[in-house]
């Protein structure tokens, strides 16, 4: 009698009736190989159970789709009632028809991980179509649903297949990924139609046999079968992989070219769905096996279990047709050979299972057999139980076990694994008894006997009765909970299956929790495969791990370091770097550069000085994220700190000059902080840092000197300089570790303290003079004896000091004479750099080596007065490069009074000898940003005040100028005030007018009334006082002084003083009888009114003084210069238009708004055309005149 199967229920009486005669299409996946289901198959028979009958269905659709369906059944030698069992497709189907979607697609997703892939619950949930959102009114009772039913879907076409689980996670980004989603289903659906075109073409192809061939081949033994195209192709592409593996490079390229049609880099290109034969030389070692005799073979019944069947599984009686078709034979074939595979995975199963339980049989025989612990020889033993020498507490247990790979070291990632070092050998067997102690304990641990009731209940029945227990064993996990971990490898292997199923349910929050459980893991795990899966789990724990997260991956890299050593740190870790070099997230590709400098002390020095070189080199110029740049560099430094192949030399410099250049602040800080000061420290061992390195930045400076005569890239000039600037450590380092007296250094308890500000402050404890000798206490030592040295005994054969004196300052101030005086940017980049320098080397060194140099060029006496040569070099940027870098290194009286009688013959020089004053400008520019040098500079001032000669005072006067916008308002009222007022009052007229600029930058930058109301009372007597009168030089000054301040001067000033003064200037130009002066003031007078326009100008004013001003300065414009009068007409009319419209305005919040829209109209359409002087003035007219 056929036992009921649970799931053969019909809907209705037709249907019943049907179900035996329909056909079922059971394919498998396209992997043919794919293994079969687990032993805990649910549909599988129980394990106690008969023999069953071996079931073959091929109930499969032949392509053709006219073909019926065979089915092979293969009765066993036990006799009994078939069992009646309905198919997994049949079971599919009744719950697609019933509406347990969620069923069916755990019952698919089973299948799947089985290998065996059901077409009808792959279309199913493949199709988009059965997932559509109904909208509008819900269906009628009598609309006919698919199979699915109106099942609501999500927003996007996503399908089972299609679906990516990371963009539903806790921090996936769900609208940015909709299009993703999108395309990656129609990139599955694109496969699947490959796939299946070529399983046709794969099946064409077998089949294909050329006409004249089929028509002369003979069944005879002797005559081969002629090749099929697939064959070939098969072959073809083995022979080439033979050439190639065997160095026949060129036979290989002759054989592609020969074969042009084949891609044989591609395996699937052949048109196979099976794995890749073996090798030529594979296949040619096994072709002379000779096959089993006939006498050895030995018949074996098969048993397979139902649920390892695909398709329609009900016993059906032998086929009547012996004779079947080709097609249906092949499937046939197709069936077996799945089979086989089935047994064969089982078999290999079984296998492993016997090897395992022979295993422990050996290991009990052992324990059983063993001697005592006190003389148990531990390396005798198989079992890779290494236990550490290095162990010295008794209280361990557990020794771990540990891969010969290891070093027999015991892990532990907290701290530093000191090497293995030899021990009294008593010592270590009394201390090593506790383990081969524990050990045994552990192996031979009796099995446990649990009291068996004094009942008569039958095997069967009480197997039955505890079947209610609800213990699960035949899932993953339940195979891992039922089998606990009987060794150290059992745990690391388990941890090793158990982590990749762990990592992706816990919390990003919490994730790196796991680090040091998938660490220890890497590092004991004996298979390397499963070792590399968790280090892709640990490098890909979080999606973008923060500083803190980033920092704990680092700390376990390191510590995983520590104890496998570099073989494996190159072949495991490095490859997690190099395939996230390219990530999308640049917290990621952060990780990977701040891992090759973590690492760099581990790996092998040829892997450290190419390949983590070359990345890091890629990444720092191809990268577009600063902090990803700013980790490079900082690995690039520990690298540079790691490296000892002298050929890398020029590349380190490439790669230092490349970072100076990055566009980001953060990135060229990180160069000077890290990665000079490093590859500093290695051209020091190399001997080549003043031979090669400040060497090759000097000519790189002067370079850009030759190549920028007129235009100067200031920019590059900087990165260079401020690279020297950061190599002044090192190179004082490297006078003071040469130095004659190095070898009497000694460190005694009696050396005294370096100053505070004996050095400048260094950028990073990588740039202190201190950390690069070693400690302070040496280089206070070396400090005393280098000044000692110089102050006394000086520099006889002291070389490297010498090159700094011979060499490096000549070239320095040379390069200091050829920069341009007028950049301030430069000027001050040198000072610093000169300062920087003085600071380092020492106030001996400054005074006795650096000033003389300098005080030689400059020759400061007054001989020089009337030469040419030298007034050339006061000219040049080298005045203040020495005042500012040298003469303020120290601040004591002897120093101030050397920087001030220094500027005062420099100014005295340059006045006497009528030169430009450029370089003593950019010396009181450079002094006067730092208010400690305002009372100096006003001590030099005062000088110059009270000199003698006229040209002095002039001098003087010109640079109040420059010093009032820093000075303070009450120095200007006690010092800067009077000494004007002096001057203002002086006999020569030259002298008076030149403190007119600094008067008017008084009224620009003051707020005091009572300073404004002296300065302006001293202004009116020039332009009212009689004698001033037909003074041309006067009121050119006072118009340039009024046109460059009265835009920035207080509004009532501008008002009441400077617009009525200039009207009565232009008005009184109009009766000029000079014409040379006459357009000189009407020139000036233009530039004055077109600064003036921009500002708001009260209406009365405007009427009054400004709008009779202009037309006074067009009258002379229209005889001097018809181009500027085209402008003054337009602006006349402009300002017309703007007093028109206040005047129509009715409340004053709209003549307001009125105004200042004109007002800015007009200021607009003025500076639009004040480029356009040139041009003739028609076409001015026809610029100037406004749209209708």
């Given at each position: 009698m056929a036992s009921v199967n649970p799931f053969n229920l019909s809907d209705s009486e037709e249907e019943a009736e049907r179900r035996p005669n329909e056909t079922v299409d059971t394919a498998r996946s396209p992997?043919?190989?794919?293994?079969?289901?687990?032993?805990?198959?649910?549909?599988?028979?129980?394990?106690?159970?008969?023999?069953?009958?071996?079931?073959?269905?091929?109930?499969?659709?032949?392509?053709?789709?006219?073909?019926?369906?065979?089915?092979?059944?293969?009765?066993?030698?036990?006799?009994?009632?078939?069992?009646?069992?309905?198919?997994?497709?049949?079971?599919?189907?009744?719950?697609?028809?019933?509406?347990?979607?969620?069923?069916?697609?755990?019952?698919?997703?089973?299948?799947?991980?089985?290998?065996?892939?059901?077409?009808?619950?792959?279309?199913?949930?493949?199709?988009?179509?059965?997932?559509?959102?109904?909208?509008?009114?819900?269906?009628?009772?009598?609309?006919?649903?698919?199979?699915?039913?109106?099942?609501?879907?999500?927003?996007?076409?996503?399908?089972?297949?299609?679906?990516?689980?990371?963009?539903?996670?806790?921090?996936?980004?769900?609208?940015?990924?909709?299009?993703?989603?999108v395309l990656e289903f129609e990139l599955r659906k694109a496969k699947e139609t490959i796939q299946a075109l070529r399983a046709n073409l794969t099946h064409a192809a077998e089949s294909e046999v050329p006409s004249q061939e089929r028509k002369n081949y003979k069944s005879s033994l002797e005559i081969q079968e002629p090749i099929r195209?697939?064959?070939?192709?098969?072959?073809?592409?083995?022979?080439?992989?033979?050439?190639?593996?065997?160095?026949?490079?060129?036979?290989?390229?002759?054989?592609?070219?020969?074969?042009?049609?084949?891609?044989?880099?591609?395996?699937?290109?052949?048109?196979?769905?099976?794995?890749?034969?073996?090798?030529?030389?594979?296949?040619?070692?096994?072709?002379?096996?000779?096959?089993?005799?006939?006498?050895?073979?030995?018949?074996?019944?098969?048993?397979?279990?139902?649920?390892?069947?695909?398709?329609?599984?009900?016993?059906?009686?032998?086929?009547?047709?012996?004779?079947?078709?080709?097609?249906?034979?092949?499937?046939?074939?197709?069936?077996?050979?799945?089979?086989?595979?089935?047994?064969?995975?089982?078999?290999?199963?079984?296998?492993?299972?016997?090897?395992?339980?022979?295993?422990?049989?050996?290991?009990?025989?052992?324990?059983?057999?063993?001697?005592?612990?006190?003389?148990?020889?531990?390396?005798?033993?198989?079992?890779?139980?290494?236990?550490?020498?290095?162990?010295?507490?008794t209280s361990s247990t557990d020794p771990l076990s540990v891969p010969p790979t290891d070093n027999g070291q015991y892990l532990d990632i907290r701290g530093v694994s000191e090497p293995e070092t030899k021990s009294d050998p008593s010592s270590t067997q009394t201390i090593s008894q506790p383990h081969p102690q524990s050990l045994n304990t552990l192996k031979r641990r009796p099995p446990v006997q649990f009291a068996q009731p004094n009942r008569k209940l039958s095997p069967a029945f009480q197997q039955a009765l505890l079947s209610f227990c609800r213990m699960c064993s035949d899932s993953r996990l339940g195979a891992e909970v039922s089998r606990i971990a009987d060794s150290e490898e059992s745990v690391m292997l388990m941890l090793g299956r158990c982590l990749p199923h762990i990592v992706p349910n816990v919390l990003l929050a919490k994730r790196e929790e796991l680090i040091p459980l998938i660490l220890c893991t890497a590092c004991l795990h004996p298979e390397p495969k499963e070792r590399d899966k968790l280090l892709h789990i640990l490098f890909n724990l979080i999606k973008r791990p923060d500083d803190e997260q980033r920092q704990m991956i680092l700390t376990g890299c390191v510590a995983f370091a520590r104890h496998v050593g570099p073989t494996r740190v190159e072949a495991e870790l490095l490859p997690q770097c190099w395939e996230q070099i390219n990530h999308k997230y640049p917290e990621r590709r952060l990780l990977v550069a701040e891992s090759c400098g973590a690492?760099?002390?581990?790996?092998?020095?040829?892997?450290?000085?190419?390949?983590?070189?070359?990345?890091?080199?890629?990444m720092l110029a191809e990268d577009k994220a600063d902090m990803v740049r700013e980790a490079v560099v900082k690995s690039l430094s520990i690298i540079m700190g790691y490296i000892d192949d002298p050929d890398k030399y020029s590349q380190g410099f490439e790669l230092m000059l490349l970072s100076l250049g990055d566009p980001s602040e953060r990135v060229v800080s990180a160069v000077h902080q890290v990665f000079i000061p490093a590859f500093a420290a290695w051209t020091t061992e190399l001997g080549t840092l003043q031979t090669a390195l400040i060497p090759s930045l000097l000519a790189r400076i002067e370079k850009l000197l030759m190549q920028g005569e007129h235009v100067l890239d200031e920019y590059k000039l900087h990165v260079f300089l401020s690279a020297l600037q950061s190599l002044i450590p090192p190179l004082f380092a490297v006078v003071l570790q040469n130095a004659p007296f190095t070898s009497r250094a000694k460190l005694t308890g009696d050396i005294s303290a370096i100053e505070v500000t004996r050095f400048p402050r260094p950028a990073s404890p990588l740039q202190d003079v201190a950390t690069i000798i070693g400690s302070r206490e040496m280089l206070s030592a070396l400090l005393l004896l280098y000044d000692?040295?110089?102050?006394?005994?000086?520099?006889?054969?002291?070389?490297?000091?010498?090159?700094?004196?011979?060499?490096?300052?000549?070239?320095?101030?040379?390069?200091?004479?050829?920069?341009?005086?007028?950049?301030?940017?430069?000027?001050?980049?040198?000072?610093?750099?000169?300062?920087?320098?003085?600071r380092t080397f020492g106030k001996i060194f400054t005074n006795t080596k650096v000033k003389p140099q300098f005080q030689e060029i400059l020759r400061l006496s007054e001989e020089n007065v009337d030469t040419s040569d030298g007034n050339d070099i006061l000219t040049k940027a080298t005045v203040p490069i020495y005042a500012t870098g040298v003469l303020t290194c120290y601040n004591q009286d002897e120093d101030r009074k050397l920087l001030v009688g220094f500027l005062e013959d420099v100014m005295t020089t340059l006045s006497l000898s009528h030169a430009p004053l450029d370089s003593l400008k950019a010396s009181f520019v450079e002094l006067g940003a730092n208010p400690v040098y305002h009372e100096l500079l006003l001590t030099v001032l005062w000088y110059g005040?009270?000199?003698?000669?006229?040209?002095?005072?002039?001098?003087?006067?010109?640079?109040?100028?420059?010093?009032?916008?820093?000075?303070?308002?009450?120095?200007?009222?006690?010092?800067?005030?009077?000494?004007?007022?002096?001057?203002?009052?002086?006999?020569?007229?030259?002298?008076?007018?030149?403190?007119?600029?600094?008067?008017?930058?008084?009224?620009?930058?003051?707020?005091?009334?009572?300073?404004?109301?002296?300065?302006?009372?001293?202004?009116?007597?020039?332009?009212?006082?009689?004698?001033?009168?037909?003074?041309?030089?006067?009121?050119?000054?006072?118009?340039?002084?009024?046109?460059?301040?009265?835009?920035?001067?207080?509004?009532?000033?501008?008002?009441?003083?400077?617009?009525?003064?200039?009207?009565?200037?232009?008005?009184?130009?109009?009766?000029?009888?000079?014409?040379?002066?006459?357009?000189?003031?009407?020139?000036?007078?233009?530039?004055?009114?077109?600064?003036?326009?921009?500002?708001?100008?009260?209406?009365?004013?405007?009427?009054?003084?400004?709008?009779?001003?202009?037309?006074?300065?067009?009258?002379?414009m229209e005889q001097l210069s018809p181009e500027h009068e085209v402008i003054l007409s337009s602006m006349i009319k402009e300002c017309e238009i703007k007093v028109e419209n206040r005047g129509m305005a009715d409340a004053q919040g709209s003549m307001s708004i009125a105004s200042s829209l004109v007002g800015e109209d007009a200021k607009t359409k003025f500076l639009s055309k004040m480029g356009q002087l040139t041009t003739s003035g028609a076409m001015l007219a026809n610029v100037f005149q406004r749209k209708k």
């Open positions: 992997s043919v190989g794919a293994p079969g289901p687990p032993p805990g198959n649910p549909f599988s028979p129980p394990a106690d159970a008969e023999p069953p009958t071996l079931l073959l269905s091929s109930n499969r659709t032949s392509p053709s789709g006219g073909e019926g369906s065979v089915s092979i059944a293969a009765i066993s030698a036990m006799a009994g009632a078939t069992e009646t069992r309905i198919s997994v497709d049949g079971i599919a189907a009744q719950l697609l028809r019933d509406q347990y979607l969620l069923t069916a697609l755990e019952f698919h997703t089973e299948l799947l991980e089985a290998g065996r892939e059901l077409p009808r619950l792959r279309d199913y949930f493949s199709n988009p179509g059965n997932f559509e959102r109904q909208s509008g009114t819900p269906p009628a009772k009598d609309q006919v649903l698919g199979p699915g039913g109106p099942l609501n879907r999500a927003g996007s076409i996503s399908t089972l297949d299609s679906l990516d689980f990371a963009r539903y996670s806790d921090d996936g980004n769900r609208e940015s990924d909709e299009r993703v989603a195209p697939l064959e070939k192709r098969a072959l073809n592409f083995l022979v080439n992989e033979y050439l190639l593996k065997n160095e026949y490079k060129l036979s290989s390229i002759t054989f592609s070219d020969e074969n042009d049609d084949q891609d044989f880099e591609l395996w699937d290109d052949v048109g196979l769905n099976i794995p890749k034969p073996p090798d030529l030389l594979q296949l040619y070692r096994n072709c002379g096996t000779p096959l089993p005799s006939p006498r050895d073979t030995v018949d074996v019944s098969v048993g397979v279990d139902f649920g390892d069947l695909p398709g329609n599984c009900i016993a059906q009686d032998p086929p009547k047709k012996p004779d079947l078709s080709h097609q249906q034979q092949t499937e046939v074939v197709q069936e077996l050979e799945y089979q086989i595979s089935l047994l064969n995975n089982e078999k290999q199963s079984l296998a492993e299972q016997i090897k395992k339980l022979q295993s422990e049989i050996q290991t009990l025989k052992r324990t059983v057999s063993s001697p005592p612990p006190a003389t148990l020889d531990l390396g005798s033993q198989n079992t890779s139980h290494r236990l550490s020498s290095s162990t010295t507490t690492l760099a002390p581990y790996l092998p020095k040829e892997i450290r000085s190419s390949l983590v070189l070359s990345m890091l080199q890629q000692y040295q110089l102050e006394h005994e000086g520099t006889t054969g002291w070389d490297s000091l010498l090159w700094v004196v011979n060499q490096l300052l000549p070239q320095l101030i040379e390069i200091v004479g050829r920069i341009n005086v007028t950049s301030s940017s430069c000027v001050h980049e040198f000072s610093r750099f000169f300062w920087r320098l003085c005040v009270v000199h003698t000669s006229a040209l002095v005072r002039c001098t003087a006067a010109r640079m109040f100028e420059l010093l009032v916008k820093g000075v303070n308002e009450t120095l200007v009222a006690q010092r800067v005030v009077p000494a004007l007022i002096t001057l203002s009052s002086d006999p020569e007229i030259s002298v008076r007018i030149s403190t007119i600029p600094a008067f008017g930058t008084i009224m620009e930058t003051v707020t005091q009334k009572e300073l404004l109301e002296r300065v302006k009372m001293q202004l009116a007597s020039f332009l009212e006082d009689p004698q001033y009168q037909d003074q041309h030089s006067l009121h050119m000054e006072i118009i340039r002084t009024f046109g460059r301040v009265g835009p920035n001067a207080e509004p009532r000033f501008r008002d009441e003083f400077v617009l009525p003064h200039l009207h009565k200037l232009a008005l009184a130009n109009n009766s000029q009888t000079a014409e040379s002066k006459r357009i000189d003031v009407a020139t000036q007078l233009f530039e004055a009114y077109s600064a003036l326009s921009c500002c708001f100008i009260s209406e009365e004013v405007m009427v009054n003084h400004f709008l009779p001003g202009l037309r006074c300065l067009r009258a002379d």
